[in-house]
């Protein structure tokens, strides 16, 4: 029942710019973690966590996008977001959004249950 899909993918420039999206179905929006992840296919074996969002608003990034990604939700669209900046070669990326039990930081894959099926990020250099 529940279900998270993502948009916004697409190709860019160094530099460049980005916004995803993440419409989440099925569970109250306010009482979970929201995360997004990130994956090199047949590169990287697991999703490492880039940004995450708690229930009350409180954010988490990793070193490699702190500064340069920006995590945020509506709640009255049930949807999160992340904005991506100067972004980079090594930024080239499937992106998948996630949700999980509320914590204080939302920042280990292991709170998260959900998962939605990806879009992909490419910058070229």
């Known amino acids: 029942q529940v279900q998270l899909a993502e948009s916004g993918g697409d190709s860019v420039q160094f530099g460049g710019s980005l916004k995803l999206s993440c419409v989440v179905s099925g569970l109250p929006f306010g009482d979970y973690c929201l995360g997004w992840f990130r994956q090199v296919p047949g590169v990287e074996r697991e999703l490492g966590a880039i940004?995450?969002?708690?229930?009350?608003?409180?954010?988490s990034y990793a070193d490699s996008v702190r500064g340069r990604f920006t995590i945020s939700k509506d709640y009255a669209k049930n949807t999160l977001f992340l904005q991506m900046d100067s972004l980079k070669p090594e930024d080239t990326a499937m992106y998948y959004c996630a949700t999980g039990r509320s914590a204080v930081y939302c920042s280990r894959r292991s709170q998260y249950d959900y998962w939605g099926q990806g879009t992909q990020v490419t910058v070229s250099s």
């Open positions: 940004a995450g969002i708690s229930d009350i608003g409180t954010v």
